[in-house]
C-alpha cells in the first residue's frame, strides 16, 4: 500500500523559498509517477509539477517553470519541490499525489491514485 505524506509548508515573503517534501512508503519508484499539485483558496486544483520515474520524464506547469525543481532521493523514498521565487498567487494548499503502472507522468489528476495530506504554503507580498 502507498501512503504518501507532504511536508515543509509554512508562510514565506514573496521573493523567497520554500522545500517541499514528499514522504512515499510503499512507492514502486520504478514503475510510478509522482505529482506536484496546488488549490488555492476559491480555485479549482491544478498540476504544477511532476516525474515519472520509468522514463525519467519532468514537466512543470507553464506558472512555475524556472522557479521550482522536482527532485527525488528513491534509496530514501522522498520527493521533492524547491520553489524559488514564490509570488502571492502561489499560495495554495500543496498536494503531492502518486501514479501507479505508468512510464511516465501527466497532470490529469484521474491518473493519480494515491495523495498525500496536502501542505499549505503561505506567499506575502
Known amino acids: 500500500e502507498v501512503q504518501l505524506q507532504a511536508s515543509g509548508g509554512g508562510l514565506v515573503q514573496a521573493g523567497g523559498s520554500l522545500r517541499l517534501s514528499c514522504s512515499a512508503s510503499?512507492?514502486?519508484?520504478?514503475?510510478?509517477?509522482i505529482g506536484w499539485f496546488r488549490q488555492a483558496p476559491g480555485k479549482e486544483r491544478e498540476a504544477v509539477a511532476c516525474v515519472g520515474f520509468n522514463d525519467g520524464t519532468i514537466d512543470y506547469a507553464d506558472s512555475v517553470k524556472v522557479r521550482f525543481t522536482i527532485s527525488s532521493d528513491n534509496a530514501k523514498n522522498m520527493v521533492y519541490l524547491q520553489m524559488n521565487s514564490l509570488k502571492s498567487k502561489d499560495t495554495a494548499v500543496y498536494y503531492c499525489?502518486?501514479?501507479?503502472?505508468?512510464?511516465?507522468?501527466?497532470?490529469?489528476?484521474?491518473?493519480?491514485?494515491?495523495w498525500g495530506q496536502g501542505t499549505l504554503v503561505t506567499v506575502s507580498s
Open positions: 499525489a502518486s501514479e501507479s503502472l505508468t512510464v511516465s507522468c501527466d497532470f490529469d489528476e484521474y491518473n493519480y491514485d494515491t
Open positions: 510503499g512507492l514502486r519508484f520504478a514503475e510510478s509517477a
